[in-house]
């Protein structure tokens, strides 16, 4: 967004260069999933092999690809004196740092008019709300591989997770990277290219799945990972991927995402909120902590939801994990002859150990799934915290800062 925002002339010199509200994409936080490309209407939003960006002479500033975005990356601006070009943006690896509007050392910032100073704070710091990784997380590997060198991973295995009698297909995908580093955390994104052409002849964008298996692979120490695919009617990358056989090859770019990450700290709690194949996350999580084998002084908990326990993806798995390392509250809103129960149900059923879990400097809040279910689990939590005396704001944007309050739907 190119927003001119007009202030006083310098006395001493030429009047002051308007400063500019521009619309820039984070580079480390974009999973390029192109959802903001292709939500643009003015074709403002474009990519290469390596970046998204927006070009600022077409940007209208109409925000119609804020609220899609998963991650928060293309809500970002800074205050400029001329705006970054398209080639500058599609060179970086992250943000640059904030610089200021150039104006006479005489003529302070006050002398603007009262919406350039408060654009001008928020280009110095302010912004409250932005996603963060938690401190004591793995510093992730972004953008390793990219649309001009995927990586050719081989398919190990494709094993269906839900009920043949299950009105959703979900599929555990295995992926062989061979000797290809593929270094990936838990909470990343991989970006799957499917073979073919577009309606407009062009090849498909990647299609992003997060990855369901912990950083040293699905099996240990085997460089491989999975991921949790849904077959979509009509989808062109998870029709692909669930008829993938033994041995076919995959492309795959990334790894994405720097801030749905892992804390690597043993007093953190973990409260993990998910509908579906929001799961294939938490598998990670889960088998991470397996692995690690330490002591925890609590249990992740998982409160997991869908239609019917012969969808619910992983069920099996899951009640075989120690109620010691992973406390399971499943919700299902489609069994014959029960109430209707959704994940924010069951965080009110169990509004005594929410409050607690939110009131601990040590607890870390993730929430996955289908967007529409992000309302709902927020309505929940501010509910919960509000009973016992907390501003449920405050505390959202505090655990934010802190990198313990993490959502990323779709």
Request: charged share 25%; aromatic share 6%.
């Amino acid at each position: 967004m190119t927003a001119k925002l007009t202030g006083p002339p310098n006395p001493k010199t030429n009047p002051m260069p308007a400063p500019i509200k521009q619309h820039l994409i984070d580079p480390e936080l974009c999973i390029r999933c192109y959802t903001c490309e292709s939500m643009c209407t003015v074709d403002a939003i474009s990519h290469d092999h390596l970046n998204v960006v927006v070009d600022a002479e077409k940007c209208n500033a109409c925000m119609d690809c804020i609220a899609p975005c998963p991650t928060g990356s293309i809500d970002h601006w800074r205050i400029v004196d001329a705006a970054y070009s398209l080639g500058e943006q599609l060179s970086w690896s992250e943000l640059p740092k904030p610089r200021a509007p150039v104006h006479d050392e005489d003529a302070p910032i006050e002398a603007h008019d009262a919406e350039v100073e408060k654009l001008l704070a928020e280009a110095h710091g302010g912004g409250g709300g932005r996603a963060r990784a938690p401190r004591s997380a793995t510093k992730p590997s972004i953008n390793v591989y990219t649309l001009a060198k995927p990586a050719r991973a081989s398919v190990q295995g494709n094993y269906r997770l839900t009920h043949e009698t299950a009105d959703n297909d979900v599929r555990h995908v295995i992926l062989d990277l061979g000797a290809q580093p593929f270094p990936v955390l838990e909470g990343q994104s991989v970006g799957v290219i499917a073979p073919g052409l577009d309606s407009k002849g062009k090849p498909h964008l990647p299609r992003l799945y997060s990855v369901s298996s912990p950083r040293d692979g699905e099996r240990p120490n085997f460089n491989n990972l999975s991921l949790t695919v849904k077959r979509e009617p009509g989808g062109i990358a998870s029709n692909f991927l669930c008829d993938l056989k033994k041995g076919d090859k995959v492309d795959l770019v990334g790894p994405f995402g720097a801030t749905f990450l892992m804390p690597n700290d043993p007093k953190a709690k973990l409260l993990m909120i998910c509908t579906g194949t929001g799961s294939a996350p938490f598998r990670g999580f889960t088998m991470r902590r397996q692995r690690e084998g330490a002591d925890y002084p609590a249990p992740m908990t998982l409160v997991f939801g869908a239609r019917r326990p012969e969808e619910l993806p992983y069920f099996g798995p899951l009640a075989k994990v120690p109620d010691e390392v992973l406390v399971k509250w499943f919700a299902f809103s489609r069994v014959a002859g029960q109430p209707r129960r959704y994940v924010q149900d069951r965080l009110r059923e169990r509004e005594e150990t929410v409050s607690a879990l939110l009131a601990d400097p040590d607890a870390h809040v993730y929430v996955c799934g289908l967007r529409a279910m992000e309302s709902g689990v927020e309505e929940a939590l501010s509910n919960i915290a509000e009973s016992t005396g907390l501003s449920w704001t405050a505390l959202r944007d505090a655990m934010r800062e802190e990198g313990r309050y993490h959502i990323e739907t779709y």
